[in-house]
């Protein structure tokens, strides 16, 4: 049986959800800043003027989201997600080319960084048409990470 995929608008209890099931790399993504996941997530939830929650088959697979100023060009895009997108790669490749054209028709130019060793998450941006700068560290423990970004 081929599972269901369902992309809802993003409630703010998704993001109690999602950060207690998150992939390994996700949480590591999110700690190298010294954050916590359920406030980083909540934060970006809150700040976000695109938001989207993807189930499959009725469990949490991935949460994701477009902050950054209301008038402003630029966005920045989020993506966290859990073990159960591994189910739906082909789909979800689909929902994320989808939903990268969305983010740019409401900004022009995108860019956020992502953890540098993760390395499942830096090929699915560069399939998007992301480029994807050299790493270097950022935040307080000096974690690599990788500039990416997309101009339409």
């Not at 992309?7 to 998150?22: E, H, M, T």
């Not at 902050?67 to 997600?81: E, H, V, Y």
């Not at 307080?140 to 970004?149: A, E, L, Y």
Request: hydrophobic share 45%.
């Amino acid at each position: 049986m081929t599972p269901r995929c369902l992309i809802v608008p993003s409630k703010i209890d998704d993001v109690y959800r999602i950060a207690a099931n998150l992939r390994s790399e996700d949480a590591a993504e999110i700690t190298g800043f010294g954050l916590d996941p359920r406030i980083a997530l909540r934060n970006s939830f809150r700040h976000a003027i695109l938001r989207k929650t993807a189930f499959v088959d009725g469990e949490i697979a991935a949460m994701w989201g477009l902050g950054g100023a209301m008038l402003a060009d630029s966005g920045t895009p989020w993506l966290m997600t859990t073990p159960v997108v591994e189910r739906v790669p082909v789909m979800f490749l689909k929902v994320g080319r989808a939903q990268l054209a969305e983010m740019l028709l409401h900004r022009s130019f995108l860019e956020n960084v992502v953890l540098a060793s993760y390395r499942r998450a830096c090929r699915f941006l560069e399939v998007l048409g992301f480029v994807l700068d050299p790493p270097k560290p950022i935040g307080p423990q000096g974690v690599p990470f990788r500039r990416f970004w997309i101009e339409k």
